[in-house]
């Protein structure tokens, strides 16, 4: 089993539509979490973290559930330009704090 | 937020040839950066972590005699890959934490597309 699992996709959606993107993690000891995206032949780029009490930022709104150990990512009025490979991530804490990627979950908002 | 460069962005090589790829932290000091490799139409893979003055730690499953790492000064780490082979070719990313934010963000550089004939 991965360590970080995402649906990959692809999620094709129109403009203007809601979509939601799940995350699981194995390690239960893993301190921090974010979503990143990362556009075609491109590096990750940090859309936002995720906190316990939930948080949103514009369009994107992210949850966390240590119980569950499942991550979540809400993004409303889908834009063209949301189009992308959204990763899942983990900190697994301990030395060097490494981050752990799931597999990325494919965006596709068409007009 | 900060500044990770890569250089080069792109290399095509001949096969049994060495590249070294450069990741520089440019706004700030990384004790701490990070390498991983990226094959098409998958995640990110931590390669090593790179530290400041020391040896570099390798993750399982990655060679360190063929994946050599250099981090000789707080802004500065390399990667050189020796006797390439086109199995090697991939993205090659780069990423380094500011300890100074206390945050746990890693910033990226912009990656080196690999290409081995």
């Known amino acids: 089993r991965k360590e970080v699992e995402q649906d990959p996709g692809p999620f094709n959606v129109p403009e203007g539509a809601t979509v939601a993107f799940n995350c699981t993690y194995s390690n239960s000891a893993s301190q921090s979490f974010f979503w990143y995206r990362q556009d075609c032949r491109k590096e990750p780029k940090l859309l936002m973290s995720v906190y316990s009490s939930g948080n949103e930022d514009g369009r994107f709104t992210a949850q966390l559930n240590r119980a569950s150990q499942y991550i979540s990512l809400l993004i409303r009025d889908s834009k063209l330009s949301d189009s992308a490979t959204y990763l899942c991530?983990?900190?697994?804490?301990?030395?060097?704090?490494?981050?752990?990627f799931g597999a990325g979950t494919i965006l596709r908002v068409k007009s | 937020g900060a500044v990770v460069s890569q250089h080069p962005s792109r290399v095509i090589c001949k096969s049994g040839t060495s590249v070294k790829i450069e990741c520089r932290s440019l706004?700030?000091?990384?004790?701490?950066m990070f390498w991983y490799r990226q094959f098409p139409k998958q995640s990110l893979m931590l390669m090593a972590t790179s530290n400041e003055g020391s040896k570099a730690t390798y993750e399982q499953g990655v060679e360190k005699d063929k994946f050599l790492i250099n981090h000789a000064s707080l802004t500065l780490s390399t990667l050189t890959v020796t006797s390439a082979h086109p199995e090697d070719s991939s993205f090659y990313i780069c990423s380094a934490r500011d300890p100074a934010s206390g945050s746990y963000e890693q910033f990226f550089g912009p990656g080196t597309r690999l290409t081995v004939l």
């Open positions: 706004d700030f000091q990384a004790t701490t």
């Open positions: 991530v983990v900190n697994r804490g301990g030395y060097g704090n490494k981050l752990v």
